[in-house]
């Protein structure tokens, strides 16, 4: 039996998910994602960024009282650097290459807008009394605009916080309260730019060339210091040390069937550090990436972002990690309630194949006085692999499915249903998804087929596309209004990716991290306009920063069902709680074959299922 646990950060719900013994649904151990970093390496360098030149500071002004500020400094090179006020503790850093013009960022991640800012927030002469507006509207807004010029460094003074930039390296250091404190954390140099450098195959490379180095990153990236003795926390799901310095990680959702502890890039990478010096960093881009945790350099921390030509990061302080991460919500959405049901006994298995099944299952728990909140459907409800796609209920197995949700409901049962991204070539919508172009396509921008999906020829919904989240959410809705009350979206890393296939918004390296919490956008945008009494249950296996505002309930994957297996999911819980994720859980006893069933496996699984309702919310596979 497996059950699902749930931790969430702060406070604990207990439930426990009873599931049948997992089938596995492919042979091999890691599905082919296409990694984007596993090309035969080539040389680098990394371009060089110019000195200051001119800075300038721009104020808005709202009713007299507040404003929202935001510094930019030019450098000799043309590149160009903005510090802005965000929200109290909250500050945006970018950087944009020489030739390339400010551009609204397309953040997946971000959703409060910039706060406004009150004079005494950020005047030079003190965190008390506001210049008069008067003297702001006579004197120009560098009355009080917060910046000193030195002959060495500016100075910003941001929310009582101020901001160094270096006049020849272009570096930030951000520091406590008042200019005299130790610095909270410093770039090590300006952002870079990294590029492959000519040889005889490659002879005129650029940000796009194939060939990048293995494990680097064509792009931008950025490099800050790190202090003897910090720890740092977050990055998502890591079956690694909860402190995870030291590590280099990728920014690349992917999935490894039967994983056990060790395994350091997981179906939820986040672009979020949190430092134990009071600080947290959001890299606010989706693109393919890495962090490099102190491994590279045992005294620096640095990210990179492949193929982009401009760089935005939050810094979001505060005097402890609750401050921290309650302001970092703020900024990319709070974790909406769950439903109630949701908190109680969910069962599941691979899978229940009939309607007479699923009642006699019900029947069976309440005879024997077990509580029974919800039933999750696999595949079978729609008729197995082959039809993943037609969003119809196999009409042969459940001839009546409305029936059946309103009899499970009468005894306090939900139904929750699996789906996926991918539309089988034997689908019923094959013809109808593929000709109305919501599909990934190749280059020349034809339907890709990906043969190598582990249930067969399949295309891949272009979530990013209106009509195909339109298309998809009346599939949804039609279901909901049947009696479905809670959805499971499996595979939405997406667990096969070609890297050829692209997106509206662009090539798959370029939007792969973004798919999943578009795809989750769906039900949570669509809930509140349509089901606005009603919270949204979603067990997401995939997602990216701000994944939380959408009702998600993720789950760690298909974990070995070994002690490694159950050891590893401590710090996955954790490393997503304090990257903002509200809540977490694992299959317990975990998912895949069993290596033996010696008395230590079993007793693994034992202590898996009794370690539930010690955890927050479970759902069962």
């Not at 059950?3 to 082919?32: C, E, N, T, Y």
């Not at 800075?55 to 009713?63: A, N, Q, T």
């Not at 999750?376 to 197995?384: A, E, I, R």
Request: contains cysteine.
């Amino acid at each position: 039996m497996i059950s699902k646990i749930f931790h969430q950060a702060g406070w604990l719900l207990a439930a426990v998910l009873l599931a049948a013994p997992a089938h596995a649904q492919r042979a091999d151990d890691r599905p082919p994602t296409q990694d984007p970093f596993g090309h035969p390496a080539v040389a680098m360098r990394e371009v060089p960024g110019g000195r200051y030149l001119s800075h300038k500071v721009y104020h808005e002004l709202k009713e007299g009282e507040s404003v929202r500020l935001m510094l930019e400094v030019r450098a000799t090179d043309g590149s160009l650097r903005r510090i802005q006020t965000w929200a109290p503790g909250v500050v945006k850093i970018s950087y944009f290459a020489p030739g390339r013009a400010p551009v609204a960022d397309s953040s997946v991640s971000v959703v409060q807008p910039p706060q406004p800012v009150r004079y005494e927030s950020y005047c030079q002469h003190g965190c008390d009394g506001p210049p008069p507006v008067e003297m702001i509207k006579k004197y120009g807004p560098d009355i009080c605009s917060g910046v000193e010029v030195y002959p060495d460094k500016l100075t910003f003074t941001i929310n009582c916080q101020s901001v160094s930039i270096n006049k020849k390296t272009l570096a930030i250091s951000l520091y406590g309260d008042g200019p005299n404190t130790a610095s909270l954390f410093s770039e090590a140099a300006p952002p870079f730019r990294r590029q492959p450098l000519a040889s005889p195959t490659n002879p005129s490379p650029n940000s796009q060339s194939p060939g990048y180095g293995a494990g680097e990153v064509a792009g931008t990236g950025v490099r800050f210091q790190l202090a003897p003795g910090e720890r740092l926390y977050g990055t998502g799901a890591r079956a690694l040390p909860l402190d995870r310095r030291g590590y280099r990680l990728e920014l690349y959702n992917q999935a490894h069937y039967g994983y056990q502890n060790g395994e350091q890039n997981l179906n939820v990478t986040l672009p979020v550090v949190l430092s134990s010096r009071g600080y947290l960093l959001l890299f606010d881009h989706y693109a393919a990436g890495y962090l490099d945790l102190g491994k590279k350099r045992a005294d620096a921390l640095e990210y990179g972002v492949q193929g982009l030509n401009s760089l935005s990061y939050f810094v979001v302080t505060g005097q402890n990690q609750a401050e921290i991460l309650d302001r970092y919500t703020a900024l990319t959405g709070r974790q909406p309630l769950p439903p109630r049901w949701a908190l109680g006994l969910i069962q599941s298995r691979f899978g229940y194949r009939s309607q007479a099944e699923m009642l006699a299952v019900a029947d069976r728990m309440h005879r024997e006085d077990f509580p029974l909140d919800a039933l999750v459907l696999d595949l079978y409800w729609f008729g197995g692999t082959t039809r993943q796609g037609d969003f119809r209920w196999d009409a042969a197995n459940f001839p009546d499915p409305a029936g059946m949700m309103r009899d499970l409901k009468a005894q306090g049962v939900n139904t929750i249903l699996i789906s996926e991204p991918y539309v089988m070539r034997t689908s019923l919508n094959d013809s109808l998804v593929r000709t109305r172009g919501l599909v990934g396509t190749t280059a020349a921008g034809r339907p890709f087929t990906v043969g190598s999906f582990w249930a067969g020829p399949a295309s891949i919904l272009d979530v990013f596309r209106p009509a195909a989240r339109t298309w998809l959410w009346a599939q949804y809705k039609r279901l909901h209004d049947q009696g479905a009350a809670g959805w499971w979206s499996d595979l939405g890393e997406p667990e096969n990716h070609p890297l050829a296939m692209q997106h509206r918004l662009g090539t798959t390296p370029q939007v792969h991290n973004a798919y999943g919490i578009t795809w989750a956008g769906i039900f949570q945008d669509n809930y509140a306009k349509e089901y606005p009494n009603e919270r949204l249950f979603n067990l997401a296996r995939s997602g990216w920063a701000g994944m939380q505002r959408n009702s998600v309930f993720p789950w760690s994957g298909d974990i070995s069902r070994t002690w490694s297996g159950l050891q590893a999911q401590v710090p996955i819980m954790l490393g997503m709680g304090q990257a903002g994720v509200g809540y977490m859980h694992s299959d317990a006893g975990g998912f895949g074959p069993m290596p033996s069933r010696t008395p230590s496996c079993t007793r693994a699984g034992s202590s898996w299922r009794r370690s539930a309702p010690s955890c927050a919310r479970t759902p069962t596979r």
